[in-house]
């Protein structure tokens, strides 16, 4: 099991940047295949990207790609996520997640270890 612990939201206007950070630890760090996932008030929990465990390969969801980047590094066992040109509709809260069985997944079943989330509001 890995510890997640997810920091750096926070309110920004619409159109600006917002960085995420999530620390690990525990097990090996670089084992882990992670996910940042995101749920808005009364909706479902929505996948936003992933990052293979080496960091060689990433995937976003259409509603972020080219906005959002997915970074790792795993000397620091952290995983990042740049969001840049936020948008209203992406207001909510943001996890990381963590996947030990997996190369790299959109489907939240798929990952194991869950942070506690951290809130991100764009405002217009």
């Known amino acids: 099991q890995v510890q997640l612990v997810e920091s750096g939201g926070g309110l920004v206007q619409a159109g600006g940047s917002l960085r995420l950070s999530c620390a690990a630890s525990?097990?090996?760090?670089?084992?882990?295949?992670m996910g940042w996932f995101r749920q808005a008030p009364g909706k479902e929990r929505d996948f936003v990207a992933a990052?293979?465990?080496?960091?060689?390969?990433?995937y976003y969801s259409d509603s972020v790609k080219g906005r959002f980047t997915i970074s790792r590094d795993n000397a620091k066992n952290t995983v990042s996520l740049q969001m840049n040109r936020l948008k209203t509709e992406d207001t909510a809260v943001y996890y990381c997640?963590?996947?030990?069985?997996?190369?790299?997944?959109?489907?939240?079943?798929?990952?194991?270890?869950w942070g506690q989330g951290t809130q991100v509001t764009v405002s217009s």
């Open positions: 990052i293979t465990c080496s960091g060689g390969n990433t």
């Open positions: 997640a963590a996947g030990t069985t997996i190369v790299i997944s959109d489907h939240e079943t798929d990952y194991d270890d």
């Open positions: 525990g097990r090996s760090f670089s084992s882990y295949s």
